[in-house]
């Protein structure tokens, strides 16, 4: 479900006219669907009901304490990638036992943290990771739940920037030097084998690779079992695909491809084993139900080119600009005026400040409102104050209601 749509012209997210929430809190704004997100939520859960399982949300997509509590109280787990996450995930009510930490560079004082607070598993990264964590577990006269996250060496011909699970990556450990540590660390007082982990990347298209993965640890747990190796789960990570093109009710999908289906390629792989599968998406669930929405501020044209100067910026939304990402952009008042080719930028003293290139726009003026879409996922999170900037106020919307969820910072002048 995509909670957008046009009634009488005007943009909607969910029963709440879009234009009344820019009116009202100003913009640059973060605006996002409850409904669409909890729904998201609800969709891979149920997709994997046929399975033990847990989906533990990815923080880093969009760590909103009041997204957080939202879906802490649905009952999902958490996926975090430094302390700072995982004191969010905690204080926003995630149960310590379904929190799972991965990082490849966590700090004594990260691992000393995870182990303190009892969490589900640390998804260790290297071989010298594992030996400081048996080590400051055993100085703190604890065990430290481990998994040890694999690095298969599969392509999901993605983003270079968003691939992860190939060996010429900085994340997880190969096959044959993770069978030597698991080994080691079956040995350790201080260690608890719990799982073993996967994540190749974000923006998976097709379910080919999430299946290659869970043939690939299949075997893996298969393998160590004969050695005498038990695991209680599998983690398949995050990274189910979002599909920026697709950004009204009525374009049906926003994902490339169905939880259902994803669960239909890897249950039955991973069944057999008998050990619960956990699932880290982040995007899937929030990406969709965000939008920032922005202010028209001039219009301006060089030679050949026109450019429409917005009030939010590569500091709200870099994702254009890192990436290259496409993100759709809707005027909130659709008024059927002639289409014209425009760069969408912002104030920021960088060429590299933009929101779209040459993209084709019906005609705005200085005060027009319009909405970037699929703006949810990976938005706020890499906000910045670059330019001495304020980030942009955070509003949840519920039906026709909407409150803020995190208020504009203020304003230095
Ligand atoms: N688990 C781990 C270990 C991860 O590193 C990530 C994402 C996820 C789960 C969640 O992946 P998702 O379901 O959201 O694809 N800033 C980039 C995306 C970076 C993803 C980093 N890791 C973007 O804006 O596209």
């Known amino acids: 479900m995509i909670p957008y749509s046009y009634r009488d012209n005007r943009l909607f997210c969910e029963e709440t006219d879009l234009a009344e929430v820019a009116r009202q809190y100003g913009t640059p704004a973060y605006v996002y669907s409850k409904a669409g997100i909890t729904g998201n939520y609800a969709r891979i859960d149920a997709a994997f009901a046929a399975a033990p399982h847990l989906v533990c949300y990815a923080l880093k997509a969009n760590a909103n304490p009041a997204l957080l509590k939202m879906m802490a109280e649905l009952g ?50 290297s071989r010298e990771e594992l030996e400081v964590t048996a080590r400051l577990a055993a100085e703190m006269g604890m065990t430290a739940p481990i998994a040890l996250r694999i690095n298969p060496d599969i392509d999901i011909e993605g983003h270079p920037y968003l691939t992860t699970g190939k060996s010429a ?92 289906e994803m669960a239909a390629q890897v249950i039955p792989v991973l069944q057999p084993l008998g050990c619960e599968i956990l699932l880290e998406p982040g995007r899937s669930i929030v990406g969709p139900n965000g939008v920032l929405l922005s202010q028209v501020l001039y219009r301006k044209e060089t030679k050949g080119k026109k450019f429409l100067v917005v009030d939010a910026a590569m500091s709200d939304l870099i994702r254009p600009s890192l990436y290259g990402a496409y993100h759709a952009i809707l005027p909130l008042q659709a008024g059927g005026v002639e289409p014209e080719t425009v760069d969408v930028v912002g104030a920021i003293c960088e060429s590299g400040d933009f929101l779209a290139k040459d993209r084709e726009l019906e005609r705005l003026q200085r005060g027009d409102y319009l909405a970037v879409m699929t703006a949810g996922a990976y938005g706020y999170t890499l906000t910045s104050n670059y330019n001495a900037r304020p980030r942009p106020v955070e509003v949840l919307i519920d039906g026709a209601t909407h409150s803020v969820i995190r208020d504009r910072e203020p304003s230095l002048f």
Request: net charge negative; aromatic share 8%.
């Open 169 to 260: 990556n900085k994340f997880g450990i190969a096959l044959e030097e993770a069978r030597a540590a698991y080994l080691w660390a079956a040995e350790q007082n201080s260690l608890k084998i719990v799982g073993v982990h996967c994540h190749i990347g974000s923006m998976i298209k097709k379910s080919d690779p999430y299946h290659r993965m869970a043939e690939t640890l299949a075997a893996f747990v298969a393998d160590l079992g004969k050695a005498g190796i038990r695991f209680e789960h599998v983690d398949l990570g995050g990274g189910l695909g979002v599909d920026y093109t697709k950004v009204l009710g009525e374009q049906g999908s926003p994902w490339f491809m169905e939880p259902e």
């Open 76 to 125: 999902a787990g958490a996926d975090v990638v430094s302390g700072g996450e995982l004191a969010q995930a905690l204080q926003a009510g995630f149960p310590a036992q379904r929190i799972v930490f991965a990082s490849v560079g966590k700090t004594d004082a990260e691992i000393r943290f995870a182990i303190r607070s009892g969490i589900l598993a640390l998804n260790v990264e």
